[in-house]
């Protein structure tokens, strides 16, 4: 067999086009260009149309039939027994004959969607939503329910979403926190950080916990210290780290600390600016209400503009909640209305309808909802029915409401219902596995394919379950 000839030149020119391929190679893998996905470098499975995600969480179970699901036939059969359920008992006890909403709904927007009268701000944004009217949940229990709703599983220990974007995603900003968990002031939510964990995922996921009234802690250079000295015990301290870190391979809780401390010390110069409202105009201030004589809405308030001010500084994901545990007077801190359902809404709706229909309205003046997903969240939803002896109403785990906008999601849409009282979902139910195989498929992500080897599988947030609702995508 004869071979072509080859010059010294050729030869050379070959070899030269060869070292600079695997220069190439080395190149794109270091800067997430890869083929093959790998988590932490910004690559998906697919091409993504959100880059961030929004999380708006009401714990307590607010009422889906007293906010966003009209249920004509309750109105008609109000103070009747409910057909085949007469002598239910539920979460806490027997429950009494059906009520109807203690406020009117109406149409709203060009779709006309109704919308209960409470929520005048929020009404204005239903022809962008997509409702999820078919939603149901595994447990009536609000800490089980809250980390169901985060988590994917009713008992702690799993990953929250949040975590699972950021171990998949990394970070955008380098001084600021990937997922990012936005309290409210009244306290934590049921089951309290198990809501924004990272599970078994390296401890680095877990959310930062932070809120409007004390944003960011001791992050100041302490006074005598000179700029000189700070980055000389910087490096002094990343060298003493490395070098435990080398001799401790595979701890991820120490190289999750050792990230933190990092992060603290470039979020001295980051966070301050970040979580600093003052710099908001007038204008902005009055749109979200942070000076309201009411000060837990003024504090709510000041939360979401906290959580615009972290979307569009590069922050993965935000949880933002608006209440907390109930505590001592039933109601008082959250949605779980048991005895006094018009008292405890009239108290609630106030504090969440206009700062959180401004959040919306900045978000997309600022362009940001063109890859910004947002979701309205909460554990499950209430009875048709009051509680024997109250005004209010049990939980429901078996139909209840949640709804998403923003990238990707398609506008002015209803999709599933419960049935005629808003007991069931009954029509098209979806489940926390669905929403959230959405969510990921809508940050570019297959949810059967984005795991974690745990325990002798290969977990996922949506654990066996999900399917992506492509009923609300555009």
């Known amino acids: 067999m004869r071979y072509p000839l080859t010059t010294r030149r050729d030869f050379l020119g070959d070899v030269y086009t060869a070292m600079a391929g695997l220069g190439l190679s080395a190149l794109l893998t270091r800067e997430g260009g890869s083929a093959e996905w790998q988590p932490g470098r910004g690559l998906t499975h697919h091409a993504p149309k959100a880059k961030r995600v929004l999380q708006i969480f009401c714990p307590g179970a607010a009422s889906h039939i007293d906010l966003w699901e009209h249920k004509p036939e309750l109105e008609k059969r109000h103070g009747t027994p409910m057909p085949g359920e007469e002598n239910l008992v539920s979460f806490q006890g027997k429950n009494g004959n059906l009520m109807k909403s203690p406020w009117p709904f109406a149409a709203a927007g060009q779709s006309g969607k109704q919308i209960s009268t409470l929520l005048p701000n929020m009404a204005r944004h239903v022809d962008d939503i997509a409702f999820l009217h078919g939603m149901n949940s595994k447990t009536n229990t609000h800490g089980p329910g809250c980390i169901f709703m985060n988590t994917g599983r009713t008992t702690e220990g799993f990953p929250a979403a949040g975590a699972w974007l950021s171990y998949a995603l990394g970070s955008e900003n380098d001084n600021l926190p990937t997922y990012v968990s936005i309290t409210d002031v009244r306290g934590e939510p049921p089951n309290g950080k198990a809501n924004w964990s990272n599970g078994f995922l390296p401890a680095r996921h877990q959310a930062v916990m932070i809120n409007s009234q004390q944003p960011v802690r001791n992050l100041d250079r302490p006074a005598g210290v000179s700029t000189a000295e700070d980055r000389d015990t910087r490096a002094l301290i990343d060298s003493l780290n490395q070098r435990h870190a080398e001799s401790h391979p595979g701890d991820s809780e120490l190289q999750a600390r ?144 949640c709804w998403m906008l923003g990238a990707g999601v398609r506008k002015g849409v209803s999709f599933g219902e419960t049935d005629e009282f808003g007991r069931r979902a009954a029509v098209d139910p979806t489940s926390v596995w669905d929403l959230y195989a959405t969510v990921l498929h809508l940050a570019g992500f297959d949810h059967e394919k984005l795991t974690w080897y745990h325990d002798g599988a290969n977990r996922r947030l949506t654990d066996v379950h999900g399917r992506v609702i492509r009923e609300v995508l555009v």
């Open 258 to 401: 050792m990230a933190a401390y990092e992060l603290a010390a470039r979020m001295q110069l980051s966070a301050p600016e970040a979580t600093d409202l003052v710099g908001e105009s007038r204008a902005v201030q009055r749109l979200y209400g942070t000076d309201d004589p009411n000060p837990l809405k003024a504090a709510y308030a000041r939360n979401c503009l906290l959580a615009r001010r972290m979307l569009e500084r590069g922050v993965r994901y935000v949880n933002l909640y608006c209440a907390s545990r109930a505590s001592g007077v039933d109601g008082l801190l959250n949605w779980d209305a048991h005895k006094t359902l018009k008292a405890d809404y009239e108290r609630h709706c106030p504090i969440f309808d206009q700062p959180t229909a401004a959040l919306l309205t900045d978000l997309s003046s600022r362009g940001l909802l063109e890859d910004t997903l947002v979701l309205w969240t909460t554990e499950f939803g209430r009875m048709p029915t009051h509680q024997q002896g109250t005004t209010g109403r049990d939980h429901n785990p078996d139909g209840f409401t």
